[in-house]
């Protein structure tokens, strides 16, 4: 008798199986120009004192359909809004923002957080970004960390 658990049921049932393509989000292709429309529009936000629409912006327009030099650039950006709100507010006041964003919001926070402890500059600035993952896990609990692990989508 074959041992059941190293049977491919994918080949016995071929068209069932998706292709990489199929699970792609129907989302619109995120162009650079609109990346770097809402960077611009976000430090115009930073320089004005307005944080949290900066953040809001950011977090709003995520390119799922991008060319990873477009996902970076947005990363970069975010991260350039997390530092600006970090080193113009002390660390109790993180919890406020984390707040003032809807439950999509601080799903993608929790992408991008993820994503920039993945980089270099990210690494450099490790605590930062610890302060922010645990403002935001202390406010939303587990949920965004488990749509982050099961989500298609990445950013």
């Given at each position: 008798?074959?041992?059941?658990?190293?049977?491919?049921?994918?080949?016995?049932?071929?068209?069932?199986?998706?292709?990489?393509?199929?699970?792609l989000p129907n989302l619109p292709e995120t162009s650079k120009e609109d990346i770097e429309a809402i960077s611009k529009q976000a430090r115009?936000?930073?320089?004005?004192?307005?944080?949290?629409?900066?953040?809001?912006?950011?977090l709003s327009y995520p390119p799922y359909i991008a060319s990873e030099q477009i996902k970076n650039l947005h990363t970069e950006t975010i991260f350039e809004i997390l530092c600006s709100i970090k080193n113009n507010h002390n660390l109790n006041d993180l919890s406020s923002f984390v707040k003032q964003l809807d439950s999509d919001e601080q799903d993608t926070l929790v992408k991008y957080l993820y994503k920039t402890m993945s980089t270099s500059y990210g690494q450099k600035q490790g605590g930062l970004?610890?302060?922010?993952?645990?403002?935001?896990?202390?406010?939303?609990?587990?949920?965004?960390?488990?749509r982050f692990l099961s989500d298609r989508r990445t950013v």
């Open positions: 008798m074959e041992d059941w658990r190293r049977i491919d049921i994918d080949a016995y049932e071929p068209e069932n199986h998706l292709s990489k393509e199929e699970l115009v936000y930073l320089s004005q004192g307005k944080f949290i629409e900066a953040l809001k912006l950011g970004l610890l302060s922010w993952y645990e403002k935001t896990v202390e406010i939303t609990g587990l949920g965004p960390i488990v």
